[in-house]
């Protein structure tokens, strides 16, 4: 090894209008590479040299270019155009491309070898629900396809337009702020608002708003900072302090959705025994039954400075799982943030934040926590001031009685402030043709060692394939796993065979095809499968009613019409 | 007056197979009769004398005959029979009266005066969820309407069998707590268990499934001896400690549902990101749907030592309603009961519990908390030790920040003993020509007082009615008003006049037509209005779906088929 060798991690952003400024997580210019550390594991897990780190391949720096035609007709076009608004359409490649492919790995794969599958014919960026509602119900007296794209993170297909038809881009003009009603704890958003400025108009709602206190979302996502409430709602995401606020589906108080079928309103109640819930009925549709224009969300009180950040060590994945279990169930309330990492990932994790060889390091080894066995454990409670130090004064309690260590919130705070930048590292493996992939999976406490073991007997039977897995969002009843695998594989089909192979097993050993990463049409195939069929066809009746002539999202979407 | 009278309050159980026997509430060896404060007020409220209380009219104390034919075939009555099992089916006509009323005042006015309006014309008791799963399925081929029994507690017409046709008895037979899973906290459950042996199961989990814990089930309504698992999740109930477990719909993991479109069987998973969630589709259909043959429920640490109570006087009600808002929104927890009432419930409750004109009551007064302006809150907290005490602190600390006056934990233990028997008043008041009876909202915070005024006004505007509201289930976004009215009346027609016209004054002034009494065929005209036409579409696509005949507790419920 070549001491002080770096490898050519690209520092440039994408081109612009080339395939990588498509497929490149985040903000064009920012970027995050492996440390040290990782890239000494990479290289030895696949069995690569400085040499093979010198040239990056299949980088996407062409100009998109496409030869798909359009096939909507010029007086679609006008009418749609009549609609929006000449500057909010475009029929230009870039756009084309651009607003068709999220962040699935399979469309970095083809972007990087200028593979384009499926365009819409038009992108619109409606003003306002009057856009929308107009639009829908044009396409559908016309029967012409409508998608939808917020955020554009979506890692499940969600933004994949196999039937043409026109793209409505969320976030370009429905992105504010309507209100905050301080006296019910809610706000009122446009879909297409990103994480970051519906945070920061909450946190300032004093000045913004009048409020009397200070608010926070309390969604977290890890592609928060390039995700949108409405995204958030329409996939059931989960975030980062899921366990303390809730999923996405939990924090929605009311909707408004444009469906074929109407406009879709839901009222604003607390609670109500009025059959099932019309909020309920709509949440996680990923615009399979209408386009999401409006939505209010609970809010919550943000106190920073009540946060208690906390650290642990675990001599075993069992004990993890066990103090995690009597947390979840303790009932003195729940951390906001509570993560626990396998053996695997707590030695990458280890790596990837600069502990892995370190003094700290060899003193918990010492302690007896011995390499792929210990497990990291961290987060945070929040909330009034006494109830977060309580419910961290519980946590400790129960960890220490499970056999953990005490870390101090030394990896906890290091973690928060790296936290969404994890994602930037998948362009820098996949140069060097590395793929870094992630599926997680809801499971009961009872069902999780076995998930965890066969998912990971599965991925680890190939050899020189790295899988961490940690678990995330705590519930009494159980937890998410989320795996995240990293290997060397540059052919699609092979990969797309692996990745199908890992949901049979995540479907066989009894986990949720999808925890908070949506459906969209990468496991749609699954769905009859893991739903069941008499379920599923609950879920179709829905579909025909909302969408009869299905123009919405179609295409294998959720699996509603996979037939066609 | 006659110093020392005593009302001639019934205390002998009804004659068997008595009309009074069905609408009779709880225990027909128990009674709880008004205290001599409320006697002392129904007299001067409604301007009657101790000779008006010397006997009981129209008490139906009549031997239940109907002329009500049966349409069902010989065939279709011996192939069910060849189902269920002979002992198990009945056509008398006791038994057709009997599970096809439940507890709505209309239904006691009409069978104190013997008139049945509408019966099954056949009684079956099913074994299990094949006999439920054969019978479906032969009824929907044959087109005979089903109907479902379980508790029979319904306030809401739940059981009311306009189409005839079959009654399907869930409380007979499919009454047993399945199993305890105590890693995930569940428990699994047959429909037709009543509250106090699936509690009494729970708490003796450690015996009779070995668990390490002892659990409750955290749903603890007003008419908990008298209702059933089953009935809690198709109507959407809350429970008194539902500020803390949730309501009935929270406490739901999975459902097994018996309908005509198939066997729906929704899997346990703590969270998923699979499309428009299953269960939530299923709960509060009322049977509209299918019928539900098994239920896993989340189960809690039952932990009864920890429970700290409460009780505070509030100057006004003003006051208790921004103290609880800071509660429910203050994010340390939240207690298990919670209850405030406002003035006019304040001061019947304090004649109900004998405290009114007592040296307390006078010391109330002193201190400057005044009758017809001050408001009784009393409740407590549970959960862990420390966490139940915090939440107690807190919740003093805000009630004292807004003017209340500790009352110690007394009323709250005079109520948790008495809570389920107020019910039993009923058919004193009855007797005498005296109507009780309750409707409730949800309401968000911004729009209480507005739904409590607007709603008090349209009652008191008959002259001679007592109304009393309390809100006793808390949301960080709302709560519910729970109206208490008492009117002299005797004559059903203009009883059905008033009561609608306090409907329309909910739905008027912007709360839910139901918090947690459900819909049944009582609101269903008012459906369409509350939920709006697109609304209510999606849920009849449901409808259609799972019950393309029809058969299903057919005749108005829901406001799904109320066209036919």
Redo the contacts between chains.
């Keep these: 090894m070549a001491h002080g060798f770096q490898p050519n991690w690209t520092e440039k952003p994408p081109k612009k209008n080339s395939f990588r400024s498509v497929f490149k997580w985040g903000d064009p210019k920012e970027f995050k590479h492996p440390s040290h550390a990782w890239y000494e594991m990479l290289k030895q897990t696949f069995d690569l040299t400085d040499a093979d780190f010198k040239k990056p391949r299949f980088e996407g720096n062409e100009k998109v270019t496409i030869d798909h035609g359009i096939s909507l007709s010029a007086d679609d076009i006008e009418a749609i155009t009549g609609i929006a608004g000449k500057k909010n359409v475009s029929t230009d490649d870039y756009s084309r491309v651009k607003y068709s492919h999220g962040k699935t790995v399979d469309e970095a794969m083809d972007l990087r070898h200028q593979r384009v599958r499926h365009v819409p014919d038009m992108v619109v960026h409606p003003k306002n629900k009057n856009d929308v509602q107009k639009i829908v119900s044009y396409c559908n007296t016309q029967k012409i396809p409508i998608y939808v794209f917020s955020g554009g993170s979506s890692v499940t297909f969600g933004l994949k337009t196999p039937k043409a038809g026109i793209m409505l881009v969320m976030s370009t003009h429905m992105n504010q702020l309507i209100g905050v009603?301080e006296?019910?704890?809610?706000a009122t958003v446009q879909p297409g608002m990103f994480g970051p400025a519906y945070e920061a108009a909450l946190n300032d709602a004093p000045d913004t708003f009048n409020t009397a206190h200070c608010y926070t979302c309390g969604h977290f996502p890890q592609s928060f900072e390039f995700s949108t409430v409405g995204g958030w709602v329409v996939?059931?995401?989960?975030g980062q302090a899921s366990t303390y606020y809730g999923?996405a589906?939990d924090i929605v108080?009311a909707q408004e959705y444009v469906?074929p079928?109407?406009?879709?309103?839901?009222?604003?109640?607390?609670?109500?025994?009025?059959?099932?819930?019309?909020n309920?009925?709509?949440?996680?549709?990923?615009g399979?039954?209408g386009i999401l224009v409006e939505v209010t969300m609970?809010i919550?009180?943000y106190?920073p400075k009540n946060r208690q950040r906390f650290g642990f060590m675990f001599p075993s994945w069992e004990a993890a799982v066990n103090a995690s279990?009597e947390i979840s169930?303790?009932?003195?309330?729940l951390p906001a943030v509570f993560r626990i990492s396998d053996p695997e990932e707590t030695e990458v994790g280890l790596k990837l934040y600069g502990i892995h060889g370190t003094p700290i390091d060899k003193l918990i080894t010492f302690r007896g926590y011995k390499p792929m066995e210990r497990c990291l454990c961290m987060g945070w409670a929040?909330?009034?001031k006494?109830?977060a130090g309580?419910v961290k004064d519980?946590v400790a309690k129960i960890c220490k009685h499970n056999g953990a260590m005490s870390l101090s919130g030394y990896a906890a705070r290091k973690w928060e402030k790296t936290r969404y930048r994890e994602p930037y590292m998948r362009e820098d493996l996949m140069d060097y043709g590395i793929i870094i992939d992630t599926l997680e999976s809801?499971?009961?406490?009872?069902n999780l060692h076995r998930l965890h073991q066969g998912v990971r007997k599965h991925i680890k039977s190939r050899p020189g394939t790295i899988c961490m897995t940690h678990a995330s969002?705590f519930?009494?009843?159980?937890?998410?796993l989320y795996f995240i695998f990293m290997l060397k594989m540059t052919d699609l089909a092979d990969y797309r065979k692996f990745h199908d192979g890992i949901l049979a097993a995540i479907l066989a050993n009894g986990g949720?095809?999808?925890?908070?990463?949506?459906?969209g049409k990468l496991?749609s195939k699954f769905?009859d499968q893991?739903?069941?069929?008499?379920?599923m066809?609950?879920?179709r009746?829905?579909k025909?009613?909302?969408d009869p002539n299905h123009i919405m999202n179609p295409g294998g979407h959720?699996g509603?019409d996979a037939d066609e």
């Design positions: 009603n006296l019910n704890q809610t996939t059931l995401g989960s999923d589906g108080f469906t079928a109407g406009s879709f309103k839901t009222l604003e109640f607390p609670a109500t025994a009025t059959g099932p819930k019309l309920d009925i709509m949440k996680g549709n990923e399979a039954f609970k919550f009180r106190m279990r169930q303790g009932e003195f309330g929040e909330g009034e006494a109830f309580h519980m809801g499971v009961t406490w009872d969002h519930y009494p009843q159980g937890t998410n949720s095809i999808s925890h908070h990463h949506g459906v496991f769905m893991h739903l069941g069929k008499t379920q066809e609950a879920l009746a829905l025909n009613h909302f959720l509603l």
